[in-house]
């Protein structure tokens, strides 16, 4: 099924009781397995087996120890990306089927955004940036208020529920260092789309009219915007259903 993600990727710097642990796994990852680790890899054949039995050895641990990650190198910095978090601990991603939630786009700007070809052959994008930013952009967008009263009454909606939605993300977020990475991955949703289209892909940029529309009082114009974008990403998500559905088999 079609998903897309948000990460967090900490600082390994900053975790305490796994910290040796991962900075043993990133060693061997980049030594041996040709590291960082990528959300797009796959295995072949016995080479997942053949994976642990060498990390096993490398790092002195039985595999029912094995705790895996996704990892990003920055500047020499290493930020981990657990796969399972701990007991009682935040999750450090969400996975949503089918669509990308219209508030994720709010927190990243459109010079963040990366395209590339994965191993399966289609292309991605991914945001990037840091909670201290994403801090910033939220504080920003939910501090606006508009001297408009009557036109706003038509976008107090979308507002809320974005507000809302932005509000519990920030919560998720303070429970990590602000120098944490945190990645929107937009996975194999767009898989059926050429390479040369996915620049086109401007959601994010729209997210930034729509809040500089609302700062101007530019209140007809914001209601098209995101009007428009919930519209595109209902027939993203409409067109994924269908793809899975058991007549289109």
Not at 122 to 131: P, V
Not at 134 to 150: A, G, Q, R, V
């Amino acid at each position: 099924m079609p998903s897309s993600t948000l990460q967090i990727y900490r600082n390994l710097d900053t975790f305490t009781d796994d910290q040796e642990y991962w900075k043993n796994y990133t060693d061997f990852y980049e030594r041996f397995w040709g590291g960082p680790t990528s959300p797009y890899g796959f295995w072949y054949g016995s080479e997942y087996e053949a994976f642990q039995e060498a990390v096993c050895d490398y790092m002195q641990i039985e595999r029912n120890q094995i705790k895996e990650c996704l990892f990003i190198k920055e500047n020499s910095e290493y930020f981990i990306c657990p796969t399972i978090s701990k007991k009682n601990e935040p999750p450090f991603a969400f996975l949503v089927d089918n669509i990308i939630p219209i508030h994720w786009f709010f927190i990243f700007k459109e010079k963040q955004k990366k395209i590339f070809k994965t191993h399966w052959g289609f292309g991605a994008i991914h945001y990037k940036s840091k909670i201290e930013d994403i801090d910033k952009l939220i504080n920003h967008f939910t501090n606006i208020e508009s001297s408009n009263k009557e036109q706003k009454d038509n976008l107090d909606n979308y507002l809320e529920i974005i507000k809302n939605d932005l509000k519990e993300l920030r919560k998720w977020l303070s429970s990590f260092p602000k120098d944490s990475l945190v990645v929107l991955n937009y996975g194999d949703l767009l898989s059926s789309l050429p390479m040369s289209s996915l620049d086109k892909e401007d959601s994010v940029k729209i997210a930034t009219d729509f809040t500089n529309s609302l700062a101007q009082d530019n209140l007809i114009k914001a209601n098209e915007l995101i009007e428009f974008l919930i519209n595109r990403w209902t027939q993203i998500e409409f067109a994924n259903q269908k793809n899975l559905s058991p007549s289109s088999n």
